[in-house]
């Protein structure tokens, strides 16, 4: 049977698990691209862009998603990269924005206790198609939405108990 740790949302431990993204998602723009990046109190519709996706499994599954603008992956990519690309289709692009996804689950994820950090992650995954579809494979996430610079971007996480 799945609990979804979202749907427990008064209980500590799944609260600690989405302040452990807040951290992770704060370190990872401070210590990787010299950035802040803080939560925004309300939920962002994003314009189009690009998806990336994390699956993890083990003793809990579940998954990551991240929803930026192209503005926010070409930001992105140029603070990992140091260099920016003309092209909205560079496969450079995919890349650092999979880097950025699996940066954050793994800081995440090492936050947590850990049986939960045992956990696997899937490879990043990557579309221009803004979907939400593999979101309808769980009942449950918390959404949030992020602001670094001018640019914002909004995460999708969904953890399960196995």
């Not at 990992?80 to 092209?87: F, I, K, R, V, W």
């Not at 696997?120 to 959404?143: I, Q, Y």
Request: net charge negative; with cysteine; proline share 3%.
């Amino acid at each position: 049977m799945l609990t979804s740790v979202a749907s427990l949302e008064n209980n500590v431990e799944s609260n600690s698990m989405f302040e452990h993204l807040d951290t992770a998602i704060a370190d990872v723009f401070e210590n990787m691209m010299g950035m802040t990046c803080l939560p925004l109190e309300h939920q962002l519709q994003q314009e189009q862009g690009m998806t990336v996706a994390i699956c993890f499994s083990g003793l809990f599954q579940g998954g990551c998603t991240l929803y930026l603008s192209q503005s926010a992956a070409l930001a992105t990519t140029e603070a990992l990269l140091g260099e920016s690309s003309p092209d909205p289709y560079d496969p450079m692009i995919d890349d650092a924005v999979g880097e950025l996804c699996n940066m954050i689950v793994g800081r995440w994820k090492s936050r947590l206790g850990s049986t939960q950090a045992a956990a696997k992650l899937s490879v990043p995954v990557t579309s221009r198609e803004h979907s939400s579809a593999h979101a309808k494979e769980w009942n449950d996430g918390l959404t949030r939405s992020y602001r670094f610079q001018d640019k914002t971007f909004s995460i999708f996480l969904v953890v399960s108990e196995a």
